[in-house]
């Protein structure tokens, strides 16, 4: 393995927590859309507030971290990808805003009202979000990012069948890994009447998201042929255990062993990410820029593995301890209130 | 309105918007922690636990907030000045990850702090918010490392044919420009934070609500800026020669100064045209001396480089350079003041100034330092124009040919006024959440 391929496998790694945790929360998001009326869908929300509340901050840094890696190890392909998808990534930007300042908002209001204009905010965002986030990935994944003077096209790098797959399966495996993972955490507090609504969505979504990539395989096959052969090629390993992975998530959700059901989504996921760089590998930007192209030069690389080797030594611990306190319920109910 | 000029604004919009928030990030926590290690000290202290406990309420939106406007930042980057990122991200990008690491403990110890409140042994507690501040103040410094290596770049060469070359990520990093820019930016985050927190307990003051808690909330957050002030006076200084000695054109914008000479004048105010500083307050010599001590020290005019490479507004740069230093100038006095009265009434139970003037100035010190932040960093800024690397990259050529930019930075203005104006509004209801009359009324 080259520097540069460890350097690219461990911001992949950064993707792959991101989609995760980061992932979950915007699911979050999304169920807290669709929960309903104030009072009807008041315990839900509490329930996602309270567990997205200590972690999304950190779980959200996981895209900072791919962002600078990327233009510290691969700064021309950083480059490229920014000014072609400048257009879904400023949505997403907007959305980051709006969602995280609208979830903070929400937190400290009391009036109803204004409660449902930040709950919106927080909400509608964590939808479009991921989508747009998702159609940058379609347009990676499709080869529609030339490198170098070439910009591609505004439009049709990110409004394609494979980005508009890319943004509905992103969006569908956030709501499908965060139903799996409320599902545990009502599961945790003893609420049952929480349990069933979010294990039933948890069912659904894992089928909306199965029957999405289905679809899918034809879309690639049109519309992204070298990425279509990676991922029936070398990457197929990843994508039946991907497939394996939602389907036994399904299996566990109904058995009601909720604390594997969350194992075996949050698989299903690193599984799918994993099997697409699997496919795409050596390719940066399909078809034909390689990683070695693109890489920044060893003093760079190894300079940067060195910061993030000191880095994971402080983080990882840290990081395992804020899990592991929101696990225990160490923070299992809102902070009190200011005395008084 | 064209893209380059489009790209600029909205990275001064979103940078303009962040810089200021973050300032209570890096340096917020510390009152926080501090005011819960006294609380702790003295028993637990109502007052004390009650002033900490608000506060983190404050500084857990504020953080929210800054969290998310700094992330954009990242994404604009690439999207705005993509022929920049492409070239040298290689060069400067490590201290990006460094600070990567610090923010992810950062709002990791912040999630733990948060959430803590009282089911955390306290001295536990008070542990947990040490990271928060430490790994604000390493963030802060890498970040700015960053900014520095724009002014001052190093580790790398180009090559005959334009490319970058013998790059050392390392070199990059460490040098003397970002020791002094990150002490005056932590500096002024401190100021920021710790006159503007002060603010709220300034009109109590005036109100009549002069009890232990409002003084204490006073008394904390403004000691803070106190302290950081008459140092920030050494380090602005220094700051300023720094400038003087490795981008002469740049202190020749903040000056005005069009033609090279000895006895170089201070000049205060004016208005630069046809290349002239015309009305200005000069004191003769004073540039000369302040950079150098001596009168016969000949400094470097705009006159030195072609028109090409001077700043294209000098009035701007000019003029935010003495706002600052003037706000500064000012914040230093009240200081002053302070000190003074602080020191007289040592025999006395409160020590505190009792002249109304002196609140209503604290009243504008919170803004006038918001003010003065910002307009030192549009001296740094709009001062290294043209350039986006110092003599080596121009802004022209780092911007993205995109067409919509435009569009995107109306829209950020858009997003940014709504987000301005319910931040303000989620402030103010947090800040009159009531107060139970056990620990506003004690003495």
């Not at chain 1, 998808?85 to 995280?100: C, E, K, Q, V």
């Not at chain 2, 002469?248 to 033609?259: F, H, N, R, S, T």
């Amino acid at each position: 393995m080259t520097l540069a391929e460890v350097v690219l496998a461990v911001m992949w790694a950064g993707l792959t927590a991101y989609a995760v945790f980061g992932g979950a929360d915007f699911g979050a998001g999304l169920w807290d859309l669709v929960a309903g009326g104030a009072r009807r869908g008041r315990r839900q929300r509490d329930l996602i507030t309270d567990v997205i509340g200590p972690v999304w901050e950190v779980n959200h840094v996981w895209i900072i971290f791919v962002l600078v890696v990327l233009w510290t190890g691969f700064p021309e392909a950083f480059g490229a990808i920014m000014s072609t998808l400048y257009i879904p990534l400023t949505l997403a930007a907007f959305g980051i805003i709006l969602r995280g300042s609208g979830f903070a908002f929400r937190k400290v209001t009391t009036t109803v009202e204004l409660q449902r204009v930040w709950g919106a905010s927080f909400a509608l965002s964590s939808v479009f979000t991921p989508f747009f986030l998702g159609t940058v990935a379609g347009g990676v994944a499709s080869g529609r990012v030339p490198l170098g003077d070439d910009v591609g096209d505004s439009i049709t790098s990110w409004l394609n069948p494979t980005s508009l797959l890319g943004g509905v399966l992103a969006v569908s495996t956030c709501a499908f890994l965060a139903a799996a993972f409320l599902t545990r955490e009502a599961h945790h507090r003893g609420d049952d009447e929480l349990v069933a609504q979010f294990r039933i969505r948890g069912l659904g979504a894992a089928v909306a998201t199965g029957l999405i990539a289905l679809a899918g395989i034809g879309v690639l096959r049109e519309d992204a042929p070298e990425l279509f052969h990676g991922l029936i090629g070398r990457g197929l390993p990843l994508v039946i255990l991907s497939g394996v992975g939602g389907v036994t998530t399904f299996a566990l959700l109904w058995a009601r062993q909720f604390v594997w059901a969350r194992v075996a989504a949050a698989g299903a996921v690193v599984a799918v990410l994993w099997g697409w760089a699997a496919a795409q590998y050596p390719y940066v930007l399909e078809p034909s820029v390689t990683i070695e192209d693109v890489a920044a030069p060893n003093a760079t690389l190894s300079a940067l593995l060195i910061v993030i080797g000191v880095g994971a030594v402080f983080l990882v611990p840290s990081l395992l301890l804020l899990y592991r306190m929101s696990e225990r319920g160490s923070f299992s109910e809102e902070p009190p209130a200011p005395q008084g | 309105m064209d893209t380059l000029f489009a790209a600029r604004q909205q990275m001064a919009l979103s940078l303009g918007w962040h810089i200021v928030i973050a300032c209570f990030g890096v340096a917020f926590p510390a009152m926080v922690v501090f005011a819960e290690w006294r609380a702790h000290r003295h028993d637990d202290d109502p007052v004390l636990l009650t002033l900490a406990r608000r506060w983190s309420r404050v500084f857990g939106v504020l953080f929210a907030v800054g969290a998310v406007s700094g992330t954009i930042l990242s994404f604009e980057f690439g999207i705005l000045w993509p022929e920049f990122m492409a070239r040298f991200g290689q060069v400067f990008g490590v201290p990006f990850a460094m600070e990567g690491f610090a923010f992810f403990l950062e709002g990791i110890f912040i999630g733990i702090y948060l959430y803590g409140w009282d089911r955390v042994p306290r001295r536990l507690h008070i542990l947990t918010g040490i990271p928060i501040i430490v790994s604000g103040i390493l963030a802060t410094v890498f970040v700015v490392s960053v900014n520095s290596w724009m002014n001052h770049p190093r580790g790398f060469d180009i090559d005959s044919s334009g490319a970058v070359t013998n790059v050392d990520p390392w070199a990059a990093l460490f040098h003397t420009g970002t020791a002094i820019s990150s002490t005056h930016m932590l500096l002024a985050a401190f100021m920021v934070a710790g006159f503007t927190a002060s603010v709220p307990y300034a009109w109590a003051w005036l109100k009549g609500r002069r009890t232990r808690y409002y003084r204490l909330g006073f008394l904390i957050p403004f000691t803070f800026a106190a302290i950081a002030t008459p140092v920030q006076l050494v380090i602005g200084d220094t700051s300023a020669r720094w400038v003087a000695s490795q981008q002469p054109v740049k202190l020749a914008a903040m000056e005005g100064l069009y033609e090279t000479e000895s006895d170089a004048p201070e000049s205060l105010g004016g208005i630069y045209v046809d290349d002239e500083l015309r009305y200005a307050l000069q004191i003769p010599c004073g540039l000369s001396f302040l950079i150098a001590f001596n009168c016969d020290h000949e400094v470097q005019g705009l006159e030195s480089v072609p028109a090409d490479d001077r700043p294209p507004n000098i009035n701007i740069v000019h003029w935010a350079f003495d706002t600052m230093v003037g706000i500064g100038s000012g914040l230093a006095a009240l200081v002053a003041w302070f000190a003074f009265v602080w020191w007289r009434r040592r025999r006395l139970d409160v020590r505190m100034p009792q002249s109304r003037w002196f609140y209503r100035a604290a009243l504008l010190a919170g803004p006038g330092a918001i003010v003065a932040l910002i307009s030192g960093w549009v001296v740094t800024e709009v001062g290294r124009q043209p350039w986006i690397v110092y003599e080596t990259m121009r802004v022209e050529d780092a911007v993205t040919t995109a067409g919509g930019i435009v569009y995107t930075y109306l829209g950020l203005w858009v997003i940014y006024t709504l987000l301005t104006v319910a931040l303000l509004y989620v402030l103010r209801r947090v800040a009159r959440m009531p107060i139970p009359d056990d620990v506003a009324n004690v003495p």
